[in-house]
Nanobody, 122 residues
Framework: QVQLVESGGGLVQPGGSLRLSCAAS????????MGWYRQAPGKQRELVAT???????NYGDSVKGRFTVSRDNAKNTVYLQMNSLKPEDTAVYFC????????????????WGQGTQVTVSS
């Protein structure tokens, strides 16, 4: 059993910053890509940022230059530093990770966290 637990969401004023964290735990053989997606009311879930085990990053166009994704492999944790926040960044942010587990054989699965609310408003 693998779990992703997010923290760090909340209410922030436009122009402010927040840092999200997501820790993976459980019967983990290895963690491949980790990242963040978001979903605003009435909209589809969209890519925010991802990072591979080797540190290669990918960002959604709307957050490039403002958000930074990083990870601590020793802690099985991915972070999202969000700066210069805008009202349109308001959404539920979901942690996502491709994790390999071993149960007789190694298989990779796609896991999601429960989501954390980020609200940008004055």
């Amino acid at each position: 059993q693998v779990q992703l637990v997010e923290s760090g969401g909340g209410l922030v004023q436009p122009g402010g910053s927040l840092r999200l964290s997501c820790a993976a735990s459980g019967s983990i053989f290895s963690i491949n890509a980790m990242g963040w997606y978001r979903q605003a009311p009435g909209k589809q879930r969209e890519l925010v940022a991802t990072i591979t085990s080797g540190g290669y990053t990918n960002y959604g166009d709307s957050v490039k230059g403002r958000f930074t994704v990083s990870r601590d492999n020793a802690k099985n944790t991915v972070y999202l530093q969000m700066n210069s926040l805008k009202p349109e960044d308001t959404a539920v942010y979901f942690c996502n990770s491709r994790i390999s587990v071993y149960s007789g054989a190694t298989r990779e699965y796609n896991y999601w966290g429960q989501g954390t609310q980020v609200t940008v408003s004055s």
